[in-house]
């Protein structure tokens, strides 16, 4: 049975104090969804420098990536279609579609020496 995935918020940029200097409030409005078979949520620590290489589960692919990070940045490698990986730094948070082609592949790389914790959510 399919779910619906549900991505919505806004994004916003206004001057810290007033608006003193005229500049424009900065506003854009999120509402991303998809329909999806099935979802997996992992949490789990990098303690080596060496990759590692993240199991959807019971997914075959993904076409919802989101990945939290704490303790420092990683470098997601992410595969999908006949692309090859794509590379992306994370420093605390990624949230990915892709609606043509879904996401078959994901490979993480801790920052050396930095002991990090990642969330990640995945939706297909």
């Given at each position: 049975m399919a779910d619906a995935l549900?991505?919505?918020?806004?994004?916003?940029?206004?001057?810290?104090?007033?608006?003193?200097s005229g500049d424009a409030t900065v506003d854009e409005l999120v509402?991303?969804?998809?329909?999806?078979?099935d979802s997996v949520?992992?949490?789990?620590s990098l303690l080596s420098d060496s990759q590692a290489i993240v199991s959807f589960g019971a997914l075959a692919s993904a076409r919802m990536v989101q990945i939290k990070?704490?303790?420092?940045?990683?470098?997601?490698?992410?595969?999908?279609?006949?692309?090859?990986?794509q590379i992306?730094?994370?420093?605390s948070l990624a949230v990915?579609?892709?609606?043509?082609?879904?996401?078959?592949?994901?490979?993480?790389?801790?920052?050396?020496g930095k002991d990090t914790a990642v969330r990640l959510f995945l939706a297909g």
């Open positions: 549900t991505f919505k918020g806004e994004l916003r940029v206004t001057p810290q104090v007033g608006n003193p509402d991303e969804s998809l329909v999806v078979e949520m992992q949490k789990f990070v704490v303790g420092g940045p990683v470098q997601a490698a992410l595969s999908f279609g006949l692309v090859a990986d992306i730094s994370v420093d990915l579609f892709s609606e043509a082609a879904p996401y078959t592949g994901l490979k993480l790389t801790r920052a050396p």
